[in-house]
């Protein structure tokens, strides 16, 4: 039994490499080495608990991690331990303890908010003279997106029924800009996860524009006990 759990919290920016899901934790488990918050020979060993995997090429704000520790710690102590040793591209935005038996952290995620800048070109076959706005048409198409009760996802296999609509895992869209979209997506433990990928494709589907993400920054995760605004 772990004698302590620490709720980290963490910011990604871009300078962080890509690293698959398998690196991610070889490198982290190099960080608690180097930090001394790991003991391989101990009876029970220090673990994170990452709160939900983070895709190539998205930053983020306040990402969520678990870490247990086989030997209490004051909260100083482990700030600066690993205020140092983070991986490359990461930072300790804060951290506090909580309950050693609360449930996986990973089953605790439901939502992600996320800002998402995207390059806007005109719809198929028209003029840009004769052309709305792009804001206006991506309200007109948010709006269309968010009264759907089907989304297919894109690329989804036939015959995937439920897993294969995108509209269950879209809480809210919202226009910044003609070139920045805010969107808050679901964590489903039985439909998975929606992307901001998938749905500037399905925007992009339903008003004819252009639309490719350029960056995806994920604002923060919201946990169950949690109450997104």
Same mark, same amino acid.
């Given at each position: 039994?772990?004698?302590?759990?620490?709720?980290? !919290?963490?910011? %990604?920016?871009?300078? @962080?490499?890509?690293?698959?899901?398998?690196?991610?934790?070889?490198?982290?488990?190099?960080? /608690?080495?180097?930090?001394? /918050? &790991?003991?391989?020979? +101990?009876?029970?060993?220090?673990? $994170?608990?990452?709160?939900?995997?983070? #895709?190539?090429?998205?930053?983020?704000?306040?990402?969520?991690?678990?870490? $247990?520790? #086989? *030997?209490?710690?004051?909260?100083?102590?482990?700030?600066? &331990?690993?205020?140092?040793?983070?991986?490359?591209?990461?930072?300790?935005?804060?951290?506090?303890?909580?309950?050693?038996?609360?449930?996986?952290?990973?089953?605790?995620?439901? @939502?992600?908010?996320?800002?998402?800048?995207?390059?806007?070109?005109?719809?198929?076959?028209?003029?840009?003279?004769?052309?709305?706005?792009?804001?206006?048409?991506?309200?007109?198409?948010?709006?269309?997106?968010?009264?759907?009760?089907?989304?297919? &996802?894109?690329?989804?296999?036939?015959?995937?029924?439920? @897993?294969?609509?995108?509209?269950?895992? !879209?809480?809210? !869209?919202?226009?910044?800009?003609?070139?920045?979209?805010?969107?808050?997506? %679901? $964590?489903?433990?039985?439909?998975?996860?929606? &992307? #901001?990928?998938?749905? *500037?494709?399905?925007?992009? +589907? *339903?008003?004819?524009?252009?639309?490719?993400?350029?960056?995806?920054?994920?604002?923060?995760?919201?946990?169950?006990?949690?109450?997104? %605004?």
């Amino acid at each position: 039994m772990p004698a302590q759990r620490w709720r980290l !919290i963490l910011a %990604r920016t871009g300078a @962080a490499p890509d690293l698959s899901q398998r690196e991610l934790m070889a490198a982290w488990t190099a960080a /608690l080495d180097e930090a001394g /918050l &790991r003991d391989p020979r +101990a009876e029970t060993l220090t673990r $994170f608990v990452p709160g939900a995997p983070i #895709p190539a090429g998205l930053t983020a704000d306040r990402e969520p991690a678990d870490l $247990f520790l #086989p *030997v209490a710690r004051p909260a100083p102590d482990v700030r600066r &331990r690993l205020g140092a040793t983070v991986p490359s591209g990461y930072r300790l935005v804060e951290l506090h303890d909580v309950w050693v038996g609360e449930p996986a952290l990973p089953g605790l995620v439901v @939502a992600g908010d996320y800002c998402v800048d995207v390059d806007v070109g005109p719809p198929a076959g028209a003029g840009r003279d004769r052309t709305p706005p792009a804001d206006d048409r991506l309200r007109e198409g948010v709006a269309v997106l968010l009264a759907a009760t089907v989304l297919e &996802r894109p690329g989804a296999r036939p015959g995937r029924g439920t @897993a294969g609509n995108l509209r269950p895992l !879209i809480e809210d !869209i919202r226009v910044v800009s003609d070139h920045e979209l805010w969107m808050r997506l %679901r $964590f489903d433990p039985t439909l998975g996860t929606g &992307r #901001p990928e998938e749905v *500037v494709a399905a925007l992009g +589907a *339903v008003t004819g524009l252009a639309l490719v993400a350029t960056r995806r920054h994920r604002e923060r995760l919201w946990l169950r006990d949690e109450r997104p %605004r």
